[in-house]
């Protein structure tokens, strides 16, 4: 902590959702200084740094963190919970929050030496990563010689260490497999190329190596993950057991909620004093066609958000019992790339019922707005590949297109 403020949990004999109810309650009490803050990250394009310690002092780093190393250690319901309220305040500081707590959990999959180099040293590490393979390992004496570029990674100008993807080549120069290489931030350069509609306190800029050694215990295969197949020693830690693709999936979607929650509490609020412009209405509240849009967007907001915690909830009991098989895991593929359009569809439904207003500067519902469509875009949620994905394990065809399922 920038303060050395503590904020660990005393797990004792408190339950679950005892400590999921105190870090989401945690995350709500920072609304506020996020809806302070937003305009101004924004503006900057980076989180301002009252924001980031905020977090942190919070736990949010620290969600899925083992508890060997002072972390919470929850599972991905809580990381969903907190960052869909985070979201309510302000969607990019959701992200980063979440991108930084799911990497810390992915670096988690990594040999325990590698585990060791990241939180033993530094219990308040903060791991960003890139699982795109846009980087290229050669094989060295006792690891690889790692060269790349990685876009997008959100919250990089907070981090101390990154996961990227890179094709790693044999002797021979032939590729041998995909992995994530875990590699400290120091020995990184950050570019500032996130120029975007959305988004933009994210900071999702460029991060470039070249020529960095990764040794062999901080290189994930990617392939063997997407099966399950991790190098960390077995422990009593089922939440390292969680599955790879679904895992990374899934938690992109709690900040999409949130942003969609706090544009239907927007549009509520004001429809009370609201006009109708050209209508004998004072207050849109009293249109019946106020009403039915509104209903509209808060039915689509529920479908998402059912369609996202149920398989949520499977991802974790999954953990702790039978491993997800393959038509499973592209089943929530699916869901979570439907889920997010119907976040963009009650986004657009809820401005299209505020009207013109909604798009002045000092309005929240144009940050909002740019924020999903922002978001929802991202590779891990592109509605398509999920859809064809699930189809194809519907109709029984074994053709494997991703291996971020």
Same mark, same amino acid.
Request: net charge negative.
């Given at each position: 902590?920038?303060?050395?403020?503590?904020?660990?949990?005393?797990?004792?004999?408190?339950?679950?959702?005892?400590?999921?109810?105190?870090?989401? /309650?945690?995350?709500?009490?920072?609304?506020?200084?996020?809806?302070? @803050?937003?305009?101004?990250?924004?503006?900057?394009?980076?989180?301002?740094?009252?924001?980031?310690?905020?977090?942190?002092?919070? *736990?949010?780093?620290? $969600? %899925?963190?083992?508890?060997?190393? /002072?972390? !919470?250690?929850?599972?991905?319901?809580?990381?969903?919970?907190?960052?869909?309220?985070? &979201?309510? *305040?302000? *969607?990019?500081?959701?992200?980063?929050?979440?991108?930084?707590?799911?990497?810390?959990?992915? #670096?988690?999959?990594?040999?325990?030496?590698?585990?060791?180099?990241?939180?033993?040293?530094?219990?308040?590490?903060?791991?960003?990563?890139?699982?795109?393979?846009?980087?290229?390992?050669?094989?060295?004496? =006792? =690891?690889?010689?790692?060269?790349?570029?990685? !876009? +997008?990674?959100?919250?990089?100008?907070?981090?101390?260490?990154?996961?990227?993807?890179? %094709?790693?080549?044999?002797?021979? =120069?032939?590729?041998?497999?995909?992995?994530?290489?875990?590699?400290?931030?120091?020995?990184?350069?950050?570019?500032?190329?996130? @120029?975007?509609?959305?988004?933009?306190?994210?900071?999702?800029?460029?991060?470039?190596?070249?020529?960095?050694?990764?040794?062999?215990?901080?290189? $994930?295969?990617?392939?063997?993950?997407?099966?399950?197949? +991790?190098?960390?020693?077995?422990?009593?830690?089922?939440?390292?057991?969680?599955?790879?693709?679904?895992? %990374?999936?899934?938690?992109?979607?709690?900040?999409?909620? &949130?942003?969609?929650?706090?544009?239907?509490? #927007?549009?509520?609020?004001?429809? #009370?004093?609201?006009?109708?412009?050209?209508?004998?209405?004072?207050?849109?509240?009293?249109?019946? &066609?106020?009403?039915?849009?509104?209903?509209?967007?808060?039915?689509?907001?529920?479908?998402?958000? $059912?369609?996202?915690?149920?398989?949520?909830?499977?991802?974790?009991?999954?953990?702790?019992?039978?491993?997800?098989?393959?038509?499973?895991?592209?089943?929530?593929?699916?869901?979570?790339?439907?889920?997010?359009?119907?976040?963009?569809?009650?986004?657009?439904?809820?401005?299209?019922?505020?009207?013109?207003?909604?798009?002045?500067?000092?309005?929240?519902?144009?940050?909002?707005?740019?924020?999903?469509?922002?978001?929802?875009?991202?590779?891990?949620?592109?509605? =398509?590949?999920?859809?064809?994905? +699930?189809?194809?394990?519907?109709? *029984?065809?074994?053709?494997?297109?991703?291996?971020?399922?």
């Amino acid at each position: 902590m920038a303060n050395g403020t503590s904020f660990t949990i005393t797990e004792g004999e408190r339950s679950e959702q005892d400590v999921r109810a105190e870090l989401v /309650g945690r995350a709500t009490a920072l609304q506020p200084l996020l809806r302070k @803050h937003a305009a101004a990250g924004e503006k900057d394009r980076v989180l301002p740094v009252e924001v980031v310690d905020a977090m942190a002092e919070s *736990g949010v780093f620290r $969600l %899925l963190t083992p508890k060997r190393y /002072g972390g !919470s250690q929850t599972n991905l319901r809580t990381l969903t919970e907190v960052s869909e309220v985070l &979201g309510e *305040g302000d *969607g990019s500081a959701a992200w980063v929050g979440m991108i930084i707590a799911v990497t810390n959990w992915l #670096a988690c999959l990594f040999p325990d030496k590698a585990q060791e180099e990241v939180f033993g040293a530094d219990p308040d590490a903060r791991t960003t990563g890139v699982a795109a393979p846009t980087g290229v390992g050669e094989r060295v004496a =006792g =690891g690889w010689r790692v060269s790349g570029k990685w !876009s +997008y990674s959100s919250g990089a100008p907070f981090a101390t260490w990154a996961a990227v993807g890179a %094709l790693l080549k044999d002797e021979s =120069g032939a590729i041998s497999d995909q992995a994530l290489a875990l590699i400290p931030a120091s020995d990184l350069t950050f570019e500032d190329t996130w @120029h975007t509609v959305g988004m933009k306190a994210t900071a999702s800029g460029t991060l470039v190596g070249r020529d960095v050694f990764v040794p062999e215990h901080r290189v $994930l295969s990617v392939p063997a993950a997407a099966e399950g197949v +991790y190098p960390r020693s077995a422990r009593d830690e089922t939440l390292y057991d969680s599955a790879f693709g679904p895992m %990374l999936v899934l938690c992109l979607a709690g900040p999409l909620l &949130g942003l969609g929650s706090a544009a239907l509490t #927007a549009v509520r609020e004001a429809a #009370a004093t609201k006009p109708l412009s050209f209508t004998v209405y004072d207050s849109q509240a009293d249109s019946v &066609g106020i009403q039915m849009q509104v209903a509209e967007a808060a039915l689509k907001l529920e479908s998402a958000r $059912l369609l996202v915690y149920r398989a949520v909830d499977e991802v974790d009991e999954a953990a702790a019992g039978e491993p997800l098989g393959l038509a499973a895991r592209s089943h929530i593929r699916a869901r979570a790339g439907f889920a997010v359009q119907q976040v963009i569809e009650a986004v657009s439904v809820l401005l299209n019922a505020h009207g013109a207003s909604a798009f002045t500067d000092d309005n929240a519902l144009q940050r909002i707005w740019r924020d999903v469509n922002v978001a929802a875009r991202h590779a891990g949620l592109v509605p =398509g590949v999920g859809l064809e994905v +699930y189809g194809k394990s519907l109709l *029984g065809v074994s053709e494997r297109v991703s291996l971020m399922l």
